[in-house]
């Protein structure tokens, strides 16, 4: 068993692990997480690159981290999402995920992911019982939170599977739902690093630079 770590826009600290059992995801994730904001487990034995994510939600920023350590292009899958999608990497790294959600005012649903926004001026904090009630209501293995002020975003994560809250560092699936939710699309993180969104017709583009440390 391999583990690899990186930050993504300057953070989120992620960790893929390679080919471990899925009898061992759970205590692996948990002894992981006291040093990282989350974990992606990859397989190398799937006929396209595969990860699948702690609990089995769709992570942009470690789908990004994956795709860096890749060509320079192709596709990969990723848990919370049904169909491959394509990647390059050119001095950053770019994801192309499929233009679909749902919004309901404040809140924006993903595939495999929901997040709910708030101006700075409505809320300092989010609290973990809030996501995870929002979890349930909407039956999805991650939710997240988003507060708010013009360009940049302090983003929450919730993960079912493995109860995890973390106050992330960076947040690529919380910089689309902001940029959805706002139309901005350079989202500056709480790194003061950018999370790049664009809108394609079918697709967003979301580009950052990933780097690898240990």
Known sequence: ?????????????????????????????????????????????????????????????????FASTLDKNGELTTSGLKNPIPYSNNGSTTIQIPFKFKQDENVILLDGIGFILYDTKEKSEIKKSELSDLSKKYKLPAFGGIIYKKNKIIPYVYVAGV??????????????AFSIFSGINDVVQPTEKIISIK????FFDITAKVISYE
């Open 163 to 176: 109860n995890s809250f973390v106050k992330e560092t960076a947040c690529g699936s919380g910089s689309v």
């Open 1 to 65: 068993m391999i583990v690899k770590k990186f930050l993504i826009a300057g953070g989120n600290s992620t960790a893929l692990v390679y080919d471990c059992s899925n009898a061992d995801r759970d205590k692996t994730s948990k002894k992981l997480l006291k040093d990282v904001e989350q974990v992606g487990f990859v397989s190398t034995k799937a006929t396209l690159p595969k990860m699948t994510m702690m609990g089995g939600e769709l992570c942009i920023n470690a789908t990004l981290a």
């Open 199 to 202: 809108k394609k017709a079918e």
